[in-house]
């Protein structure tokens, strides 16, 4: 598991792939590296999931902080590429309410 | 052929894991490969399975055993007639599962916690406690 | 990440089988996608253990429970420090591995029968049985 | 597991093909199979194992019977298709020596 962050220089924003899962072991990981990012300026983010398998409550909790802090900066973050089952998981928490939900990264990049 | 289920007689695995959040994912995929050799279909066994096994193993971990590393956490999966019973006990106290809030209330939904039990009901097909509270049991069926 | 076999914890998986040649195959291939799921190679999964789970069963269908269909043969299966430990035990009256010829022997070689132990032995890395002789266990290394 | 029987009429060889295992519960057909082949005048047979699993003691000594009986009645048997670990089965109990072992029945059906 481990998150890959590249910066779309043209439109200024930052997208951090969940590659493998998002849960109780490695989401303050995804955390810190979207909090640096954003003190070092950065107000646009993507969570794009298309590389990932499963998230669990503690993922959920953890994204629930991020868009939090990053709406609190200023910012905004949307999340990209959720399969069905990943879906899923938000409408049943009715979290897809909460997020700004895309269907991939590139159509998020657009979209900015 | 005399087929195995049909006769009654199932595989039943069964996992000890350390109270350590280290080992959850590395236990939720052995257990989940295990549950697919059972027989659970992949789309069931790849999400819904590692989902509610991820969110009760963290339970029995962090509320159950509290962290401590002298307890452990066990894990059984008992196969029968097309389902898995999946049993997670820890060697906590135990609580009351009927007094958890739903996450989805609107005072609740911006809370960053909360939300383990609740897709543990949602992605299994049954769920059951033992009368402590520190052993869970949740059903997959297999079709 | 703490690995689950290197804290010493491993799976553990059972399978208890009624008395009856039908279900031989069936629970072999059961208990080889366990195994498979527990980290045995996929080549071992495949031939080796498979071959030595169908003979161990079919002894103890054959000759353990003499064809009992009241009685059971249980299969258990230790995962621990990339090993697995096939355990299969029957309700008869055990026998005396020691006593066995090779099969092998020039005055044996056309015989149609006793190459069931042999090929156990030789296609498992360690083979015991406990004192009475109705319970033998096949270890098979993952390495 | 099954097995298919076909007849190559150029070389009057009966092909017996082991699709699954060989083994304690299906020997007795693949007996019944070549012993009525036989009954039926047949002479030359191969079994090919190029489908096949695994074999167990009782599908060896199956095969040592049917050999025994093919013999007797003035018949050959070739067995072909073994993959190494089928072959290593053969050579571990010596039964290499017994068998006339050739790699694929197209060989064995040239040979006879
Ligand atoms: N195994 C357990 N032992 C003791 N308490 C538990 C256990 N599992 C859950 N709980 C209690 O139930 C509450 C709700 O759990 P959950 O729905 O998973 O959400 P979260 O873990 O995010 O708080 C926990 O805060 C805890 O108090
Ligand atoms: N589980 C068992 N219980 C009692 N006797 C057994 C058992 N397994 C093997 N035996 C004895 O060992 C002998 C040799 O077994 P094996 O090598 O498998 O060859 P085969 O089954 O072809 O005779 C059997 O004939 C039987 O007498």
Chains 1, 4 share one sequence.
């Not at chain 1, 890959?4 to 590296?33: F, Y």
């Not at chain 1, 409550?57 to 802090?69: E, F, H, P, Q, T």
């Not at chain 2, 789309?43 to 029995?60: G, P, Q, S, Y």
């Not at chain 2, 911006?110 to 609740?118: N, S």
């Amino acid at each position: 598991m481990s998150f890959t962050v590249r910066k779309d220089d043209a439109k200024g924003v930052v997208v951090v792939g969940v590659d493998g899962q998002l849960i109780v072991g490695n989401r303050h990981e995804l955390k810190t590296k979207v909090l640096d990012a954003l003190e070092a300026g950065e107000k646009k983010f993507v969570i794009d999931f298309s590389p990932t398998g499963y998230i669990d409550s503690s993922g959920l909790g953890a994204l629930v902080s991020l868009s939090k802090k990053i709406r609190e900066a200023g910012g905004e973050l949307r999340l990209a590429g959720l399969n069905d089952d990943l879906h899923t998981l938000f409408e049943l928490t009715k979290l897809d309410t909460l997020f700004a939900i895309v269907d991939s990264a590139d159509e998020a990049l657009a979209a900015f | 052929m005399q087929r195995m289920a049909g006769a009654g007689h199932g595989v039943q695995f069964s996992l000890r894991v350390p109270t350590t959040l280290d080992v959850v994912e590395e236990a939720v995929d052995l257990l989940a490969r295990h549950c697919l050799a059972s027989g659970l279909p992949p789309r069931r066994a790849r999400f819904n399975l590692r989902v509610v096994l991820a969110e009760a193993l963290t339970n029995a971990i962090v509320y159950g055993n509290a962290m401590d590393p002298a307890k452990r956490v066990d894990v059984r999966v008992d196969v029968d007639g097309g389902r898995l019973a999946i049993h997670v006990r820890d060697e906590g106290d135990g609580f009351d599962p009927t007094q958890i809030p739903s996450p989805t209330d609107p005072d609740r939904i911006q809370r960053t916690d909360g939300r383990g039990l609740f897709l543990i009901r949602q992605l299994s097909d049954e769920v059951h406690f033992n009368e402590r509270g520190n052993a869970i049991c949740m059903i997959m069926r297999c079709a």
